[in-house]
């Protein structure tokens, strides 16, 4: 069923992993998705894997650090099909080590891309959703902050920030623009390979391996908060493994 009546989606990091799987399960539900990443050899595989399968899609190569690039995203959406009905905020990173090992790198890099990007995507997307009295965030966080662990704490301080922002903004809105946050636990991608603490990585990696769902499951999600009427916003969604803690 071509559920999603050619809503035009927007979507960060999606050149692998969750991001990957939401672009092509959108695009198999009559959506029609713009897939943003810094990898545009893998971007443009996956463009033309949903064309190849019927769908529609396009790409633009961009840094979620860069606001301008957010912009392009964007407007990409518009200058292809018109319009743009969601932006998922997607990409994300994470480095977990304890706070008093003084990662500051680490640090900069999750607030670069976890919250700066986030807001770089809504502020890129606000414009347009308002010229149109219509639109859709979707923020995909995580179950860390749900669940304070050592080793997590500014990963979660990132994505607990997001949370805290996307309510503010649930509370402002006039219910033209709404917004969810889905917050996925272990799911099954390369999301483990950029961590630089070696014990968190193989911690996190096994995990994964043990108990981790596919990602699919979150591209479930997206659709589902997005495939609701126009008076309906559904604003959190915890997704995870059922058997993780």
């Known amino acids: ?7 035009v989606v927007a979507i960060t990091g999606a ?15 009559g959506a029609k998705v713009i897939l943003g990443a ?13 064309m190849s399968n019927g769908g529609e899609a396009a790409s633009a190569q961009i840094n979620v650090k860069n ?26 990173v994470s480095q977990l080590s304890r706070i008093d090992e003084l990662d500051m790198d680490g640090w900069e890099e999750m607030i670069d891309i976890n919250l700066r990007g986030v807001l770089y995507g809504m502020a890129a ?6 010229q149109q009295q219509s639109g859709h965030i979707v923020n995909i966080i995580s179950t860390s902050g749900l669940k304070v662990v050592p080793m997590q704490g500014v990963y979660a301080g990132t994505k607990n920030a997001i949370r805290t922002i996307g309510e503010a903004f ?20 390369d999301f483990a390979d950029n961590i630089k603490n070696k014990e968190m990585k193989t911690a996190i990696q096994k995990g994964m391996q043990q108990i981790a769902i596919n990602p699919i499951a979150i591209a479930n999600a997206v659709i589902y908060a997005i495939s609701q ?17």
Do not use: H, W
């Open 1 to 7: 069923m071509r559920i999603l009546k050619e809503k």
């Open 15 to 29: 050149s692998s992993g969750m991001g990957k799987a939401i672009a092509i399960e959108l695009a198999q539900n």
């Open 38 to 50: 810094r990898r545009a050899e893998q971007l443009q595989q996956i463009v033309e894997e949903i």
């Open 67 to 92: 606001k301008s690039d957010l912009v392009r995203l964007c407007n990409t959406a518009v200058e292809q099909y018109g319009k743009l009905d969601v932006i998922v905020n997607n990409a994300g």
């Open 125 to 130: 997307a606000i414009p347009i959703f308002k």
């Open 170 to 189: 649930r509370q402002e809105s006039d219910g033209n623009i709404r917004i969810t946050g889905i917050s996925p636990g272990f799911v099954k991608t």
């Open 229 to 245: 009427p126009d008076d309906v916003e559904i604003g959190d969604i915890v997704i995870r493994p059922s058997k993780q803690n």
